[in-house]
């Protein structure tokens, strides 16, 4: 007989007798797919405002916090970026437009004489 027993999911010599523990917890992942879906959902459904600004928040906690899930984060940052950059450029366009509409109205005359 040998001293140790071969291990069955590795392979190698285990001198304990106990095997590893096959119910081990996954890494949480929860805030940075969170963020990920934020920003997947905004810019495929058109949320405009609040949901890019909490996923971009959501994101950046969780690039200090879950180690394990940073593509994720990242990923959730950028397109949550990319719908509030849309947002401020819309939203320039508009006003920039409105501006010119305005000012080139048939009504806004410079020499009215009564």
Known sequence: MCAGRRDRLTGGMS?????????????SRTLSVTSFALGLASIA????????????????????????GRTFAIWGIVLNAVMLAGILIG????????????AFLPWHVANVSW
């Open 15 to 27: 001198t304990t007798g106990t095997s590893p523990n096959p119910y081990t917890t996954a890494p």
């Open 45 to 68: 459904l058109g949320w405009t405002f609040l949901a890019p600004i909490a996923g971009l928040v959501v994101g950046i906690l969780a690039l200090s916090r879950e180690p394990e």
């Open 91 to 102: 939203l320039l366009v508009a006003v920039v437009g409105v501006g010119f509409g305005l």
